[in-house]
């Protein structure tokens, strides 16, 4: 069965602290690893990627994939409260049958105390 | 441009009642997702629908249905609710079928099953 597989589950840091989620997948089909940010209401996109190795950048957050290690990585870099929030890495298939075309991990829970 | 919509936000329903959801995609998507989303379970593929014809569907039985209009607005039923059903369920639209790009979420239904 196609997975995919956050980690950690959640992680606690400080105010100016910088922090790296991990997001790991084994699925066929592979097309595109999306990256999304929900707080108390629906998710949010951040970032879209499809190539190996090209960082995608956005403010303080970036991500790359790694499509031969199959998996790909968030950073955040001194981190505000405001980015306190569930990170979700989804990946996108071509065909993914009865698990939809887009399959989700569990999800990073971060916490940013001031 | 206006977002996904969802109506309603909240809802109470009572056991072995049945519940109609509606969403509204982003003007000039043409792809429909719906998903469940339990703190246990994560978020969950329902149903894909894709110029009213349904592309995909989850492991869910059969009292979970949907269906595309022509103007591309989506519809979820739930029939005979069980506790189990409660959840946020979203739904989230993309111009494209399948995991061709990225998808935008709705603010999500609260549906609460006593």
């Known amino acids: 069965e196609d997975k995919v597989v956050q980690s950690p589950l959640s992680l606690v840091v400080h105010e100016g602290d910088t922090v790296t989620l991990n997001c790991s997948y084994e699925v066929t089909n592979f097309r595109s690893l999306l990256w999304y940010k929900q707080e108390k209401k629906a998710p949010t996109f951040l970032f879209m990627l499809t190539s190996s190795g090209i960082e995608k950048k956005s403010g303080r957050l970036s991500s790359i994939l790694d499509k031969k290690e199959l998996f790909s990585i968030l950073n955040i870099t001194a981190t505000q409260t405001g980015d306190s929030a569930v990170y979700l890495c989804?990946?996108?298939?071509?065909?993914?049958?009865?698990?939809?075309?887009?399959?989700f991990g569990k999800g990073t829970k971060l916490s940013v105390k001031p | 441009k206006a977002g996904v919509t969802q109506t309603p936000r909240y809802l109470i329903k009572t056991r072995g009642q049945q519940v109609t959801l509606s969403c509204s995609p982003i003007s000039g998507h043409r792809s429909v997702s719906w998903y469940q989303q339990t703190p246990g379970q994560g978020l969950q593929f329902l149903f894909e629908?894709?110029?009213?014809?349904?592309?995909n569907k989850g492991n869910f039985p059969g009292r979970f249905s949907g269906r595309q209009f022509s103007n591309s607005r989506s519809e979820m039923n739930v029939s005979t609710l069980e506790l189990g059903d409660s959840a946020l369920y979203l739904c989230?639209?993309?111009?494209?079928?399948?995991?061709?790009?990225?998808?935008?979420f709705g603010p999500g239904t609260r549906l609460t099953v006593l």
């Open positions: 989804a990946v996108g298939m071509n065909y993914g049958g009865s698990q939809g075309n887009l399959i």
């Open positions: 629908y894709f110029s009213e014809t349904q592309r």
């Open positions: 989230a639209s993309s111009l494209s079928a399948g995991g061709l790009g990225e998808q935008f």
